[in-house]
């Protein structure tokens, strides 16, 4: 397989047939799972990605992590744009300014006051 190394590696006594172990390989763990017939002699072949394609995952993690900061700050300079914006766009209000308004239940008439949230039945 491209990108892959054969390797040996000793079963470590502790570890049954189907139970995992780990090895390390180039700075990385990798999880074995002993195989379900155990060799006699405690060894078995793996497959270990190469140091290039470690180092190729690398730069793909690298960049993955890149383009997710990215839009993170994409995302969040939008929001901090419709955030302001919305600042902007809404009427500055007047403190006791009322609106006249009609209650959709009871269709009687009230009037609020839209800064402090105050209401009167008129």
Do not use: C
């Amino acid at each position: 397989m491209e990108g892959y190394e054969v390797y040996t590696v000793q079963i470590p006594p502790h570890v049954g047939p189907g139970q995992n172990f780990e090895v390390e390989h180039l700075g990385t763990r990798f999880t074995i799972t002993a195989p379900a017939i155990p060799p006699p002699d405690g060894l078995m072949q793996i497959q270990l990605p190469s140091i290039a394609a470690l180092q190729q995952l690398q730069r793909q993690r690298e960049q993955a992590l890149a383009m997710q900061h990215s839009q993170q700050q994409q995302a969040l300079a939008i929001q901090n744009y419709q955030r302001i914006f919305m600042m902007q766009a809404q009427p500055q209000q007047q403190p006791g300014e009322w609106e006249q308004r009609i209650d959709p239940q009871s269709n009687r008439s009230y009037r609020i006051n839209t800064r402090t949230g105050e209401a009167q039945w008129l």
